[in-house]
């Protein structure tokens, strides 16, 4: 099937002149403390992991090459097109000691077209998945939650992934774009100022743009499938375009501001933190999201902020996020619309499901409250999703009847 559609495309000529590499990631993140690269974090079983690389280990030398915070030395350690290895020269507990990193070639996920998509001055690796037999299919645009996660799962261990695989085997196409800069895209940095809330906007209209042109994709029958901040930007997306459907799940109901203090009163309390904890919470909140002040500079006056004013985006992009308003952008959309909640849902609630119910006008929606948690697992209570979610409890792995509500649905607008 794959040799098959490579040729269609090529003889479309729809595929981009350039092609992306495979880049193979280290699995660590830096950071910098008195002026010095330190290793933040180590990815359990990553390449970083395999060499023997340790969270609070200083970066002294790459290949020799005295190794600095402003030197061009972390973007090319955290990937590099496979295979390949560098030598690394670290601290730790004041000894130095050398350590080979390995880039061994990544595993690719099965029965996916891995393509490239130009988006203004780069590439962004795309994942395509297409049903098997003749004719022109109807396709789903995947909008991924916040954060700088690969959304490729060679294992088909990402729930995400395994529903958009059996949508695929139940005959639609999906499509997957990595964010900017991550997995093998070009791009800049995804935690930074200049991959924001257009840039992704601008990505998602050149991937539907894409889908209507594809040789084997009906362009009248397509589709986007948004998953938790995906959700809050999908009527942004779905503007001035021709969709069959929208589907949403672990959607914000309310402004940025108030869900984030919602969600974070919610995990307080299945944490158990003490009151002067979620105190510091709101205090901290404010002074970002209501008062506009920097994360550093709040930081810098309260040291004990740190970890509540930063996100897993960057804070242009909270930002954004946090001057959408919901009943605006989904006042002038008549697209059918099915709302997803999963009840075990902590990051979300079924109070911003239904306030967002409220807030789409379309003639056609409907909501639909699952036992299921945030990201699809088969979990009923939210102190069993909570339990999960901090390694108290294993994960009992997908609600696979998810699957057919959603086949259910989109048929019915086939």
Not at 207 to 214: E, G, K, N, S, V
Request: with cysteine; proline share 9%; net charge neutral.
């Amino acid at each position: 099937m794959q040799t098959s559609t490579l040729a269609i495309l090529l003889s479309a000529g729809m595929l981009w002149s350039q092609s992306l590499p495979r880049l193979a990631p280290a699995g660590l993140t830096f950071t910098v403390g008195n002026g010095k690269l330190l290793i933040r974090a180590v990815t359990p079983h990553g390449n970083a992991a395999r060499a023997g690389l340790q969270p609070e280990d200083i970066l002294l030398r790459v290949d020799g090459v005295p190794a600095t915070p402003t030197g061009p030395f972390v973007r090319p350690i955290l990937r590099r097109a496979a295979p390949a290895s560098v030598r690394l020269t670290i601290e730790r507990a004041g000894q130095p000691q050398d350590i080979t990193l390995q880039y061994p070639e990544p595993p690719s996920e099965s029965n996916v077209l891995y393509g490239a998509l130009p988006v203004r001055d780069h590439l962004r690796r795309t994942l395509l998945t297409l049903p098997a037999g003749a004719g022109k299919h109807p396709a789903i645009l995947f909008l991924p939650g916040s954060g700088c996660g690969s959304q490729e799962s060679p294992s088909f261990f990402a729930p995400e992934v395994r529903i958009l695989h059996a949508l695929t085997a139940a005959g639609y196409a999906t499509l997957r774009v990595e964010k900017s800069s991550v997995g093998d895209s070009e791009g800049p940095p995804c935690y930074s100022a200049d991959a924001d809330l257009p840039l992704d906007l601008e990505t998602y209209r050149q991937a539907l743009a894409f889908l209507r042109q594809h040789p084997v994709v009906n362009p009248e029958r397509l589709f986007l499938f948004a998953h938790s901040a995906g959700a809050t930007i999908a009527p942004l997306v779905a503007r001035d375009e021709k969709l069959r459907g929208i589907i949403l799940h672990g959607a914000m109901g309310t402004i940025f501001s108030n869900y984030v203090l919602a969600m974070r009163e919610r995990m307080a309390k299945l944490g158990n933190q003490p009151p002067e904890k979620l105190e510091l919470t709101r205090e901290c909140l404010d002074r970002l999201l209501n008062k506009n002040q920097l994360p550093e500079d709040i930081v810098a006056t309260q040291p004990a902020c740190r970890a509540e004013v930063y996100f897993d985006s960057p804070p242009a992009y909270i930002a954004q996020w946090n001057a959408i308003n919901l009943a605006d952008v989904w006042r002038p959309l008549q697209t059918p619309v099915l709302l997803l909640y999963g009840q075990a849902d902590f990051i979300s609630s079924e109070a911003e499901s239904r306030a967002l119910f409220t807030k789409i006008k379309s003639r056609s929606k409907k909501l639909l409250i699952l036992p299921m948690d945030h990201g699809f697992v088969a979990v009923d209570q939210q102190p069993q999703a909570w339990d999960i979610e901090t390694g108290k409890r294993p994960s009992p792995g997908l609600y696979t009847p998810v699957i057919g509500h959603l086949r259910a649905w989109l048929d019915a607008r086939h």
